[in-house]
């Protein structure tokens, strides 16, 4: 199995993997897939060519941190360990930068991986909670921010390796 970019050439297959993973959840739009392709926010596990994971990301370098929006794994691939490498890859290229969710569907992987709940936010109608999960240092600004708007400020994954650590990412937009 391999973990790598994806490019907007597997935007497609990644598209039927995330209807499969949240068929009945949410909707999926595949124009939100394809432009995080073209922008390096998604990483993908392969499997003989075959992508079988996922994990669309946003990097807020307003309040340095990269968010999950959302990952899936092929139902038939699941329990195998492919969440955790997508998960260990990120946490490689974050730079050190916390990683943080908002789920109510997958909660108890998380905290597998670590990730401590620091509170709940709400949907925008009210009618769905979510915990706030973070795995990393964070601060009550970092808390605030993500039960907040989505971030105005944001780069690539791929860029983040070029920034030194502990730099500031205010300004950096890509
Ligand atoms: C959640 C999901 C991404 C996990 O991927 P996966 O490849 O099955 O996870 P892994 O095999 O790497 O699991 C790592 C560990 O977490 C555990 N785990 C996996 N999914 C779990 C879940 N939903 N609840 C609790 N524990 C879970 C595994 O048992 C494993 O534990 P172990 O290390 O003790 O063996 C996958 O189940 C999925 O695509 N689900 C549907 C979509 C979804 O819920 N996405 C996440 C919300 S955005």
Known sequence: MKIKFATIDESEEIILLAQESFKGIFRVIGDVIRSSCEKNN????????????????????????????????????????VGKQLIDELQKLSN????????????????????EFVGHDFSKNGKHKYEILILGEYNYSLIKA????????????????????NKSLLGIVT
């Not at 994990?55 to 807020?60: E, G, L």
């Not at 908002?102 to 909660?107: E, F």
């Open 96 to 115: 050190s930068y916390p990683l943080t969710v908002k789920t109510n569907i997958a909660n108890d992987f998380y905290k597998k991986m670590k990730f």
């Open 42 to 81: 998604i990483l993908i596990a392969t499997d003989n060519n075959e992508v079988i994971g996922y994990m669309r990301v946003i990097v807020d370098t307003l309040n340095p941190h990269i968010h999950i929006s959302e990952m899936g794994v092929k139902s038939e691939h699941r329990g195998q360990g």
């Open 146 to 165: 993500l039960k907040g708007t989505r971030p105005r400020h944001t780069c690539s994954l791929k860029d983040l390796k070029n920034i030194p650590k």
